[in-house]
């Protein structure tokens, strides 16, 4: 079974400095998805990021990017430029597959989550 | 397009009662998907239904249980309430075929059990 760790219960930044949010997994599948969730006050639960792990290349989305590793099982989330709006709890997760009379990826794995907290 | 509703956004029970919880996919999704979140455990994995069909199952007692509608909106039941069940219920629909296919969510059901 897949399982994802997030080893920092909470972290705080400055606006306009950069954060870097750390997950490592555990999986024997060789090809995949990983996600970056963010969950903010309101609740929602919004994709920030995803990365296939086939891809060489890490994910960018505007001012957020990933540092895949592969090989160390590892996917961390870098925010750049933090703004208040990045306020949040960010959650990394692992799509599972299930082959019960067809396929689909609807159960997610979850790390604990965490607490990110932007300074004005 | 409209979102992932859930319905209602807040519940109250007292210990013993059952209750039952709605989901309404974006249109076209086929797979829904439920949560449960608390500070303590985090979130955790329910059961994903596709096409009216259970395709998976989280590790929770038979009191949790759930099913889809043909038009895929989604309900889940849970019965005779325990403290422990007090938790905010997240559901979540995507397309459902692919593993890189993003999962849409609700703002959640925030269920206190007193």
């Known amino acids: 079974a897949q399982t994802v760790t997030q080893s920092q219960p909470e972290m705080s930044v400055q606006e306009a400095e950069t954060v870097t949010l750390s997950c490592t997994y555990d999986?024997?599948?060789?090809?995949?998805?990983l996600f970056w969730y963010k969950q903010p006050p309101s609740r929602q639960m919004i994709l920030v990021i995803r990365q296939e792990a086939y891809k060489q290349q890490n994910a960018t989305e505007n001012r957020f990017s990933v540092n895949f590793q592969k090989a160390a099982k590892s996917f961390s989330l870098k925010i750049s430029d933090s703004q208040l709006g990045d306020t949040a709890m960010y959650f990394c997760a692992f799509p599972q597959g299930t082959n019960a009379g067809g396929t689909s990826y609807g159960k997610l794995t979850f790390g604990q989550g965490t607490i990110l907290t932007v300074h004005p | 397009k409209a979102g992932v509703t859930q319905t209602p956004r807040y519940l109250i029970k007292t210990r013993g009662q059952q209750v039952t919880l709605s989901c309404s996919p974006i249109?076209?999704?086929?797979?829904v998907s439920w949560y449960q979140q608390t500070p303590g455990q985090g979130l955790q994995f329910l059961f994903e239904y596709f096409s009216e069909t259970q395709r998976n199952k989280g590790n929770f007692p038979g009191r949790f249980s759930g099913r889809q509608f043909s038009n895929s909106r989604s309900e889940m039941n849970v019965s005779t309430l325990e403290l422990g069940d007090s938790a905010l219920y997240l559901c979540?629909?995507?397309?459902?075929?692919?593993?890189?296919?993003?999962?849409?969510f609700g703002q959640g059901t925030r269920l206190t059990v007193v």
């Open positions: 979540a629909s995507s397309l459902g075929f692919s593993m890189g296919t993003e999962a849409f």
């Open positions: 249109s076209g999704h086929r797979s």
């Open positions: 999986t024997s599948e060789n090809n995949y998805y």
